[in-house]
């Protein structure tokens, strides 16, 4: 996936940050998707979820990348978030 821009400031659950970021993929699968990263504290652990949104069928769906715990308060917010800003973008098709 191709990055866009950051949506938000870092996001703060219990000892660590997260950062969520736009992204785009017109390769394998043509669409745009919210994703989650750990980011802190150093080193982060990486994209942890993702939601994706494909141009071709309309279908979300949502990939976990961890098999760590995540707070449901923090996958909770992740899901409003894409939620929100992926019904506020026209497919590409």
């Known amino acids: 996936m191709s990055r866009v821009k950051s949506e938000s ?20 699968r043509d669409g745009i998707g919210l ?4 980011v802190a504290p150093a080193p982060g652990r990486g994209l942890v979820m993702e939601v994706f949104r494909d141009d071709d069928s309309g279908m979300s ?14 996958v909770e917010r992740f ?7 992926l019904t506020h973008i026209a497919p590409s098709n």
């Open 35 to 38: 994703e989650l990263e750990d």
């Open 79 to 85: 899901l409003a978030q894409a939620q929100e800003s």
């Open 61 to 74: 769906t949502l990939r976990c990348f961890t098999s760590d715990p995540l707070p449901l308060e923090l």
């Open 9 to 28: 400031s870092a996001w703060h659950f219990g000892d660590r940050y997260y950062s969520v970021v736009m992204a785009s993929d017109v390769g394998d």
